[in-house]
């Protein structure tokens, strides 16, 4: 079991950056998760935004965020970020952190992953 918080979010004009944050509570080592990003518009299905393998090694993007996002971990803070730069109105969602220990490390689909977070807001003005 663990629990999961996202931090970070709020209103920026496009063109701006957010960092968000997951601080996680958990009653085995942060490292044992694989961890990801994924997003929720109005109206849409929740989707894959980035991806970081256990020892932080790995990564992987959706194409709509590669090369303005980027995914990182520190395990000794049990906490995982979400820089996002050159934002577009089109990033705006509720933006969700997930976390799983089981296979596979790369997972990409919302079904792949156990614990949620409660979400935090991020909305990009033009």
């Known amino acids: 079991q663990v629990q999961l918080v996202e931090s970070g979010g709020g209103l920026v004009q496009a063109g701006g950056s957010l960092r968000l944050s997951c601080t996680a509570a958990?009653?085995?080592?942060?490292?044992?998760?694989?961890m990801g990003w994924f997003r929720q518009a109005p109206g849409k299905e929740r989707e894959f935004v980035a991806v970081i393998s256990r020892s932080g090694r790995n990564r992987d993007y959706a194409d709509s965020v590669t090369g303005r996002f980027t995914i990182d971990r520190d395990n000794a803070k049990n906490t995982m970020y979400l820089q996002m730069n050159s934002l577009k109105p089109e990033d705006t969602a509720i933006y969700y952190c997930?976390?799983?220990?089981?296979?596979?490390?790369?997972?990409?689909?919302?079904?792949?992953?156990?614990?949620w977070g409660q979400g935090t807001q991020v909305t990009v003005s033009s």
């Open positions: 958990s009653g085995r080592a942060f490292s044992a998760y694989k």
């Open positions: 997930a976390a799983d220990e089981t296979p596979p490390t790369m997972a990409t689909k919302p079904a792949q992953y156990e614990y």
